[in-house]
């Protein structure tokens, strides 16, 4: 993120578009269709067909001296209640206190937008001192390109130095633009200046922050009142096709950097853990967007046409499971599992189901053990006319959970452990090709 943001002191070469902004002051425009969003209503982590992690601490502090490492575990990002929630925590070993973690998730190549209407519902936590939480995009070309050449837009950044300074971090908010100019770095933005500060913090409670981008303006808001504007048509903002471009989502906590002015473990005061809570982001059609991307392609949560894998569960000495996806004839979704382990005689068997996927979950109904001859099924075989109902449940393409509840059959048949309830986790380490038809 960002480098130095002189957030409240436009630069030089931009100070005339400072001026025209404050001339355009506006209140946000009408929306359009809603292209894209994600409510983060289902699961347990980050759908990954959408969001992908940062992870470590980056290079000097992802160039910013930031204190926080990044990491991709569910005790840093996770998602309840409807939220997508980042958790800022801190490491300590005995009484001291070693560091702190935190999540950044951006949806770099998996969605992209160039202009539109975008918007986050957002709760933030108590910043004070040093907590620096952002909703911001950069370039998708960062990976080629580098930073500032790949552009960058802030639509929010709130625990900027000068706010604590003043005893208001959480009523500050700051916008900005990154770009390169002519081979140097040229940043525009501004803070709600002490003036146009919130009567009251905004921290604790959900505000809605967003930004309007098109090919001549980009304007950004919370709760509908403009924070910062800036006039990007071409013949106003020379060689800045940096802001015509797709760009990538980015939401993450950081902890002390530049932004805040805070450098040392020490000098972070805020109660930890923090909780940055996101309802949703969604993206409206404001006459020019475009959006693009992996994620688009797969859809929303859903599972399959095509997936396989296995799984095997040690305390339960030799269980496995097959899930696969693909289409019927008539082109409905369907799902067939199987599920093999031992009897408690020592016998092989397998149960077979199919279900119809919904969303994120597939409900298999075991309609009978049955047994294996040279690992093939051998209906003839049955040993114990059965079943019952599993459920699955996906977190993304790769982990699910699942359920079962036992008909007549009991849990204690399957063998050695109760199965009721079993937590699986990387349960599809082998996708299916796309061309598997059940
Ligand atoms: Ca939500």
Redesign the pocket.
């Known amino acids: 993120m960002k480098r130095l943001l002189s957030a409240s002191t436009p630069s030089t070469f931009h100070s005339a578009l400072a001026a025209l902004a404050l001339l355009l002051a506006q209140t946000a425009g009408a929306q359009g269709q809603l292209l894209w969003s994600d409510?983060?209503?289902s699961g347990t982590r980050p759908d990954s067909t959408i969001w992908s992690y940062d992870i470590g601490t980056g290079n000097n502090g992802w160039g910013n001296w930031e204190l926080q490492e990044y990491t991709d575990s569910i005790d840093n990002a996770r998602i309840e209640d409807?939220?997508l929630v980042i958790t800022v925590r801190e490491r300590r070993v005995g009484a001291n206190r070693t560091g702190f973690t935190s999540a950044r998730l951006r949806t770099q190549d998996k969605l992209m937008f160039q202009y539109g209407y975008i918007e986050a519902r957002i709760k933030m936590p108590d910043l004070s001192d040093g907590l620096w939480p952002a909703f911001w995009t950069l370039g998708n070309n960062f990976s080629e390109v580098g930073w500032p050449a790949c552009g960058e837009l802030d639509i929010l950044e709130m625990g900027w130095r000068d706010a604590i300074r003043d005893g208001l971090v959480n009523r500050w908010v700051s916008s900005a633009a990154h770009w390169q100019h002519q081979g140097n770095h040229a940043v525009f933005g501004r803070t709600y200046s002490p003036g146009l500060t919130e009567p009251a913090d905004l921290n604790g409670e959900y505000h809605l922050f967003s930004m309007d981008w098109t090919p001549d303006r980009v304007t950004t808001y919370l709760d509908g009142k403009q924070i910062w504007t800036m006039d990007i048509h071409p013949a106003s903002c020379t060689d800045c096709q940096e802001l015509h471009q797709p760009h990538f989502i980015i939401l993450n906590v950081a902890v002390g950097g530049t932004y805040p002015g805070i450098q040392h473990q020490s000098q972070v005061t805020a109660p930890l853990p923090a909780e940055m809570k996101v309802?949703?982001v969604r993206i409206y059609d404001n006459g020019h967007t475009q959006l693009s991307g992996s994620g688009l392609q797969s859809g929303p949560p859903d599972i399959g046409p095509a997936h396989s894998g296995s799984w095997y569960q040690p305390l339960q000495d030799g269980h496995g499971f097959s899930l696969e996806f693909g289409l019927q004839p008539d082109g409905t979704p369907l799902a067939v599992a199987y599920w093999y382990t031992y009897d408690d005689t020592g016998n092989p068997i397998f149960m077979i189901g199919t279900g119809v996927p919904e969303a994120n979950r597939v409900t298999i109904d075991f309609v009978s053990p049955v047994g294996m001859v040279y690992g093939e099924f051998d209906p003839a075989s049955v040993v114990e006319e059965s079943g019952g109902t599993g459920v699955f449940e996906f977190e993304d393409r790769e982990n699910a959970t699942f359920s079962y509840t036992p008909s007549e059959f009991t849990a204690e048949a399957w063998g050695h452990t109760p199965i009721d309830a079993l937590p699986l986790l990387k349960l599809f380490g082998v996708p299916a090709p796309d061309s598997f038809q059940p």
């Open positions: 409510e983060f209503d409807d939220n309802d949703y």
